[in-house]
């Protein structure tokens, strides 16, 4: 027996991790070209499509960043899809009430984005911008403006709920945040 070696799975405490073994370990590596990270971030390759690529981190990250979940849908199927998904993940929405995000990250409602696409911004406007946008298009259709025009009066009406909209949803985050 000179020379033997025992092994470093008797015993108790085992000598060795339990998921350590002799044979080498297979790493999946990042799917990106050039990466050598382990990938273990599946990500589809398409909507509604078994087939995944296997990401690092960073580059799923970078893959998700512009994913778009209602690419190629009109908007009726959109917002129908959307329902669904709410239904669903329903109790996700819990957490929701803490604020803990900022806005243009998914944390605004559909009411506040229908508000914002009425006044011609983006997700991501902050509360200062608008404000500003609200001014300029309320002061181009006020009554006072232009008295007897009612379409004008109906877009000033609104804009005025758009505005209320978003400047509840503002007061919510900055009482919570």
């Not at 015993?11 to 080498?24: H, I, L, M, S, V």
């Not at 990250?61 to 998904?85: I, M, P, Q, S, T």
């Not at 819990?94 to 983006?122: I, K, N």
């Amino acid at each position: 027996m000179v020379g033997a070696r025992r092994s470093n799975d008797w015993g108790f405490p085992r000598w060795r991790g339990y998921e350590d073994g002799r044979e080498a370990a297979t790493v999946r590596l990042c799917d990106r070209h050039g990466c050598e990270e382990k990938g273990d971030c599946p990500a589809p390759k398409s909507p509604n499509n078994p087939e995944r690529w296997y990401f690092c981190t960073k580059h799923a990250a970078e893959y998700n960043r512009k994913w778009d979940y209602f690419e190629g849908l009109d908007k009726e199927e959109a917002a129908k899809r959307a329902k669904n998904e709410q239904s669903e993940n329903a109790g996700y929405a819990e957490s929701a009430h803490y604020g803990w995000t900022t806005s243009g990250d998914g944390s605004r409602s559909d009411d506040e984005m229908r508000a914002l696409e009425l006044l011609g911004l983006e997700a991501d406007a902050d509360f200062d911008a608008i404000k500003k946008t609200w001014r300029a298009k309320a002061k181009e259709v006020h009554p006072d403006v232009s008295p007897g025009d009612d379409e004008a009066a109906e877009q000033f009406q609104a804009l005025s709920v758009a505005y209320e909209v978003l400047k509840q949803a503002e007061d919510r985050r900055t009482w919570n945040g």
